[in-house]
């Protein structure tokens, strides 16, 4: 079974330069989560969907963060402008419901120059 | 808001040694608590899901015990192995699980 795909591995940009990470989730998993991940911290969740619908974004900086899950399969996490403050390792996981197990992708890792 | 804490933040142990690493929750009405593990640069990969209604929960030589009212679960590593270095990590849902709450990790060092 394919494991959850991330891309781009690594990303580096300049201050107010936008960004857009992918995610594939586990073929079948309802459930996508995106986390950032800032060195030395447990990953904090920054937006749930269930299919194509959000289950919560309370935790996402919507004036610069955006993100979609077309299809209810894909994901895209996007940012614009960047800050210096938002290099990170972004996460992406799946699940079958957001009741079962989470699976995770290697994460992208952002520096912000 | 769930918080969560994880006690040491870092641990060095000879190899051949068991060990408990702790996370610690404040808001016990949860529904289960995972652990995982992540090496360096890698995402996370899930050891344990443990059910609110179990106590325990077995994989090889890790055993993870839940004791919500305690607000508290173990993870315990029999034997341990130089491949078992690696930051561990515990989440837990809240009630409706919209939100999941990480620790910041216990990183562990095995020593050959």
């Known amino acids: 079974e394919a494991g959850v795909a991330q891309s781009p591995r690594y990303k580096i940009i300049e201050k107010r330069q936008s960004v857009a990470f992918w995610c594939n989730p586990i073929s079948g998993h309802a459930t996508l989560y995106w986390y950032q991940q800032i060195l030395g911290q447990g990953p904090k969740l920054l937006i749930q969907f269930q299919n194509n619908g959000v289950v919560d974004d309370s935790q996402l900086p919507k004036d610069r963060f955006s993100a979609e899950r077309l299809k209810g399969v894909d994901s895209t996490l996007k940012i614009q402008p960047a800050k210096l403050e938002d290099s990170a390792v972004y996460l992406c996981?799946?699940?079958?419901?957001?009741?079962?197990?989470?699976?995770f992708g290697p994460g992208t890792r952002l520096t912000v120059l | 808001k769930q918080e969560v804490t994880q006690i040491p933040a870092a641990l060095s142990v000879p190899e051949g040694e068991n060990l408990v690493l702790n996370c610690s929750f404040t808001?016990?009405?949860?529904?289960?608590l995972q652990w995982f593990r992540q090496d360096p640069g890698k995402g996370l990969t899930s050891l344990l899901l443990?059910?609110?209604?179990?106590r325990e929960q077995t994989s090889g030589r890790l055993n993870a015990s839940l004791d919500k009212s305690s607000g508290r679960s173990t993870l315990y590593i029999a034997a341990s192995q130089p491949g078992d270095s690696a930051t561990y990590l515990c989440a837990v849902p809240v009630y409706n699980f919209n939100k999941f709450y990480f620790g910041s990790g216990t990183k562990l060092n095995v020593k050959p």
């Open positions: 996981a799946s699940s079958l419901s957001r009741y079962n197990e989470q699976f």
């Open positions: 443990i059910q609110s209604s179990q």
């Open positions: 808001d016990s009405a949860i529904y289960n």
